[in-house]
């Protein structure tokens, strides 16, 4: 690596040490002051810190000159090309892509078909909870890509954020009261699942491109909002499916 | 688990999070939009970076903190320490639960909420950007900061439900009713900004700590349930997001508005 390049990663790593600093004293002070316990595995939890800290600085030095001009120049081209066909197109697959594979939410799904096995909501065949699981996923992946096509509309109309999601929330918590009530922690859980490290900074990287190279469009107003629908309208999709399934 | 075996597994799920996108951009890219990208190589080797550092960050995290922050969890709400003085005079059975014998559980889930939440890497991400966007009028530092501050209140508040049973439905129907009024009175360039800070906090570092508290509490405290009272918690920390940011707005603007009228009398 040349020196100029070892000097932007240097930034990006003392960054990174302040940004995991306030975890360290918080974990040190109530180990050693509140639980008045020594730190165990001492050397293994600095090697530990060690590679969060280095994959911090490495994770923002490649959002920097990876992940951001790839979102944004993909924008921009689809802006000029103007077909809206190939844009949602683009943005259903990118939703439904980020979160299919998903570790997390091959996880949940797993624990949800556990659930809803114990419940006698489905047989507690390995098949039954498979299925179920499966269809958990698919549901979930299909939810985000349609998040990310009304996010995406939305900022080509430049509809107004807030209806959608004050409009989403009620909806959310009129099904929460229709709902089985052993899907609605998984539906809540999903919310948070499918906005995950690598969705998100492509996913901003994409509305912002899009909202600053259409005419007439805010990159402040109109450029975020994507991910609150990515954490919005998979609540729905889940309840709805939680309701179909019984 | 050997260190090389935990290193192959996590860039192994790495990846396979990241294939899939990775195809559907090449694919777009190649396909339909057949435009080169500027410096190839050096899109390239970000993508590297991000997914090298990704896999060291979370590996990291299994090795250093998960473990230890899940211990301290179950150990912070364990009734063996919250009624340590009681076990000391030898009562060991407790028969109400009142809410200030859990004072160390709110000051931890504040701290390690707010902790957790500066150091969430997608949320880094979105003060990037929102900085850059914003021409500095919105700081990432600033926006970092009211996040990280509302988790922190919200998990605090959360655990106290947990704790005295309180209906969750309640709390959230309030905390909306909040947004509500806020998202109509706040400055409206911050709006989208706050709703996407919702579901940003909820990543890599918060849940699975978070989770731990939750549960923790859940299970030592007779009448809650795990399953319903571990979920609560993540359901507050992405609701207090949104008002802290949109409270930092408002805070900033009746600043500068207090500031411009102290300038307006100085002149007369």
Known sequence: M????????????????RDLTPIILVIVFFQLFVLKQPIPNLA????????VLFGLALFVRGLEIGLFPMGESMAHAFARKGNVFWLLLFAFLLGFGTTVAEPALIAVAGKAAEIAALDGVIDTTEQAMDEYAFG????????VGTAIVLGVLRILVGWPLHFFIIGGYL???MLTYFAPHEIIGIAYDSGGVTTSTITVPLVTALGVGLATSIKGRNPMMDGFGLIAFASLVPMIFVMIYGMLTV | MSMLQLFTDTIFSTMRDVL??????LGFQLLVLRQRVANPWRVMRGFIYVLLGLSLF???????????GELMASQLTNPEFVYKDLYAQGITAVQTVRWDDYLWVYAFAFAIGLATTLAEPSLIAVGMKAEQVSGGGVSAWGLRLAVSLGVAIGVSIGCYRIVTGTDLWLYIIVAYIIVIIQTFRAPSMIIPLAYDSGGVTTSTVTV????????GLAATIPGRSPMIDGFGLIAFASVFPIMSVMGYAQITVWL????????????L
């Open chain 2, 208 to 215: 699975p700590l978070l989770a731990a508290l939750g549960l």
């Open chain 1, 2 to 17: 040349s020196i100029p390049a070892a000097l932007k990663l240097f930034r990006p790593l003392l960054e990174a040490l």
């Open chain 1, 171 to 173: 909806i959310v918590v």
């Open chain 1, 136 to 143: 958990l996923r698919m549901t979930v992946a299909f939810s």
């Open chain 2, 20 to 25: 899939p996108i990775a195809a559907v951009l």
């Open chain 2, 256 to 267: 500068e508005k207090r500031e411009q009228r102290r300038e307006g009398k100085d002149a």
């Open chain 1, 44 to 51: 293994e939890m600095l090697a530990g810190l060690l590679f």
């Open chain 2, 58 to 68: 979370l590996m990291g995290l299994q090795k250093a903190i998960f473990p230890l």
